[in-house]
């Protein structure tokens, strides 16, 4: 069972602006940066923001990451179809003195 | 360029071990730690475990633990994972990665090896 809880499914047309949440504590998300992953069906995972609000080489700027308290959000503007997948939060927990991924969030395209 | 190549699936029945491999190139092996992490059928990703190329320093996720291990080779940049005890719970693509510098993210993984655990 995870410690960092995502909705499990977001969707909009193309163009649109998607915001998925990742919801953690104080020993995960309250005190340490938060990556974002796309991972599409029968891939490998992909880093699409870093540290919190970090974009990796070649990730376009329309993937944003943000972060208050106990709670993080990753937000997509400008929805395209290549933007479907499943999309997780992580981050190292300081009580688990482990890595945590969240739950996953499927990103639809209507 | 930076890659991460990994070995064959695996099938494998209940109780036995299982070792897989990723073999690392286009960096510096010793300077980046190398995770696993799993995804089960129908299941999210889930973090195995952390070795530090440079101290041979390993760190496990709590329910792997006493029966993980892993190793690495420098000589051929390549970081091994055992898990005995396998169950029928532990059929999962393994997949490996690069952590970036700084808690940077995962920033390079493997393609995954799909590890069957079927009587």
């Known amino acids: 069972q995870s410690v960092l809880t995502q909705p499990p499914s977001a969707s909009g047309t193309a163009g649109q602006t998607v915001t998925i949440s990742c919801s953690g504590s104080?020993?995960?998300?309250?005190?340490?940066?938060v990556n974002w992953y796309q991972h599409p069906p029968g891939t490998a995972p992909k880093l699409v923001i870093y540290s919190t609000y970090q974009w990796p080489s070649g990730v376009p700027d329309r993937f944003s990451g943000s972060k208050s308290g106990t709670s993080a959000s990753l937000a997509i503007s400008g929805l395209q179809a290549e933007d479907e997948a499943d999309y997780y939060c992580?981050?190292?927990?300081?009580?688990?003195?482990?890595?945590?991924f969240g739950t996953g969030t499927k990103v639809t395209v209507l | 360029q930076v890659q991460l190549m990994q070995s064959g699936a695996e099938v494998k029945k209940p109780g036995a071990s299982v070792t897989v491999s990723c073999t690392a190139s286009g960096y510096t092996f010793t300077s980046y730690f190398i995770h696993w992490v799993r995804q089960a059928p129908g299941r999210g990703l889930e973090w195995v475990g952390q070795i530090n190329p440079t101290s041979d320093g390993t760190t496990f996720a709590h329910k792997f633990q006493g029966r993980v291990i892993m190793t690495k080779d420098t000589s051929t940049s390549t970081v091994f994972l055992r898990l005995s005890g396998l169950r029928p719970e532990d059929t999962a693509v393994y997949y490996c990665?690069?952590?970036?510098?700084?808690?940077?993210?995962?920033?390079?993984w493997g393609p995954g090896i799909l590890v069957n655990v079927s009587s």
């Open positions: 992580s981050t190292w927990d300081d009580r688990l003195s482990a890595y945590v």
């Open positions: 104080d020993s995960n998300i309250g005190s340490n940066p």
């Open positions: 990665a690069r952590e970036g510098r700084g808690r940077g993210g995962f920033d390079y």
